[in-house]
């Protein structure tokens, strides 16, 4: 492991989105004191994604800090559960837990000092009892936003305030008639607006139980910043629930280059096509690996696409509940699934790409919106380029995400927020139909002179906040001197 002045040890979680993140708030802290190395615990999983395995070693080759970043990968696991399985996080977590504390035993027996702190992902929130089983630290990585994390912890406090089991808090969550305030919003979050694996027995055991580790740590960093989350953080910073941890909201953390190897000559076709376009003209739509949709809903989406007039870029993939693992791959588009004669109209304004260089292609001048899931990191991207939302979330936390996107924050318009297709590849709730997107491409695309501006002053603040005196400058240096602090 790394040696310097202060070792921090992070445990990233085991998609790589979460890696990515992990990987990218490291380097800001390394870059911000020389005093601090990070060692990062690699949790290896059988059958690990090859994207995954390209992203670590690429990161271990080009890097800038590697005296002061190393990575160390933990044994791959054996006897894992079917990844669509409700408990598979939580069962990788128990499997690990005994490889994490050997490994610290391994380092204490050989004579080194202790890590001044573990900073876990959020779903690796139950490594808390290695932390304290050691004696050090540990702080939690929030990925998601400060208004998801708020909902979290109200959710856990009210349940059990209400005396309420899982059982019994998601049947009152699920009353399609249900309002509840909660700490951090200024409207009521409706039931039609609540994550559907909160809904979900299993789902709110799971986030209870973390919102009870978080209540453990020491300091919980949040992908955010004050600006676009001023409420939300704030409720956070200042709320009358003492057992919440100091929060450091110290984004917004991006990778703000995209994979290469195969995927350069899809990408360079990709942006030739865009340099091709006119200013602002076209519409992105991307929904990432686990946004697929079935066949019906493909036809919908084609169909209100070419009723729109718009130029489009759209990333197409199969579903993963009908993805053919033998031919699934990021490249390979779902154009069966298109109408007859469809790719022959909209030949002169359209492109249909697999995998989406989405950095880039947010980045370039030609897009003018981006219909996504509304996924956390794409939120951060897509505002940092200055390029306006079409709300259509899909699964996890998304459905929160354009509520705050659409009704808090005035940063989006919706395509559909009441969707779900649950992550666990099941059928989605309704189908949502090409008149309700044609209508919506076309008031993201036609959007109000107040509405671009507040993306784009968002987009500025964005940027404003990682610099030397900006807010989330400012927040990270408080973690890092709380950091040290636990060292003097």
């Given amino acids: 492991m790394a040696n310097n002045a202060a070792e921090l040890v992070f445990i990233p979680g085991t998609g790589v989105g979460h890696l990515i993140t992990t990987v990218q708030l490291a380097k800001f802290i390394l870059q911000t004191n020389h005093s601090i190395s990070i060692s990062i615990l690699l949790i290896t999983l059988p ?3 090859p994207k995954l395995k390209a992203y670590i070693e690429s990161e271990s080759c080009d890097n800038p800090y590697s005296t002061r970043l190393v990575f160390v990968s933990l044994p791959t696991l054996t006897n894992v559960p079917d990844p669509s399985s409700s408990d598979f996080f939580t069962t990788v977590i128990e499997h690990c837990r005994p490889l994490v504390k050997d490994l610290f035993d391994d380092r204490l027996r050989a004579g080194l000092p202790k890590p001044a702190g573990l900073v876990l992902d959020m779903f690796c929130a139950a490594f808390v009892d290695v932390a304290d089983e050691l004696g050090v630290p540990s702080y939690v990585y929030c990925t998601s936003g400060a208004s998801f994390l708020n909902f979290v912890f109200w959710a856990q406090s009210w349940a059990d305030s209400h005396g309420l089991q899982a059982c019994d808090f ?6 399609p008639n249900g309002s509840f305030t909660v700490p951090g919003f200024k ?13 979900m027995e299993w789902g709110s055991q799971v986030f209870f139980t973390l919102a009870r580790q978080f209540r453990r740590m020491k300091g919980i960093l949040v992908n955010s910043y004050m600006e676009l989350e001023p409420l939300a953080i704030q409720s956070l910073q200042n709320s009358e629930d003492k057992s919440i941890p100091p929060v450091y909201p110290v984004g917004p953390i991006l990778n703000l280059k995209s994979g290469g190897g195969s995927q350069d000559k899809d990408k360079e076709s990709t942006i030739e096509w865009l340099d091709s376009q006119p200013e602002s003209s076209v519409v992105f739509l991307c929904f990432e690996s686990m946004g697929g949709f079935d066949d019906e809903q493909v036809k919908e989406i084609a169909d209100g696409l070419d009723r729109s007039g718009h130029r489009f870029l759209w990333s197409l993939r199969r579903s993963p509940t009908l993805a053919k693992p033998e031919i699934s791959n990021d490249n390979e588009t779902f154009s069966e699934a298109l109408p007859k004669g469809f790719l022959d109209r909209i030949v002169q304004r359209g492109k249909i790409i697999g995998w989406a260089p989405q950095v880039e292609v947010l980045a370039h001048p030609a897009v003018g919106g981006f219909v996504s899931h509304c996924g956390w990191n794409s939120t951060l991207e897509s505002l940092w380029f200055n390029v306006l939302i079409g709300a259509w979330p899909i699964y996890a936390e998304q459905k929160l ?18 969707y779900s297709s649950d992550w666990r590849f099941e059928k989605p709730n309704f189908l949502v139909k090409a008149v309700e997107i044609e209508e919506g491409i076309k008031k993201l695309m036609s959007m109000d002179e107040k509405m671009k501006g507040n993306v784009k002053d968002m987009s500025d603040k964005a940027r404003k906040a990682l610099e030397n005196g900006g807010s989330s400058y400012h927040w990270l240096g408080c973690f890092i001197k709380d950091v040290l602090s636990y060292i003097a």
């Fill in 187 to 199: 409207n009521p979050v409706t039931s039609k607006n609540i994550p559907a694996f909160l809904k």
């Fill in 47 to 49: 059958n690990q994604s």
């Fill in 170 to 175: 998601t049947a009152k969550i699920s009353d």
């Fill in 401 to 418: 995400n354009a509520f705050e996107l659409v009704k808090e924050l005035e940063l989006a318009v919706e395509i559909r927020m009441d």
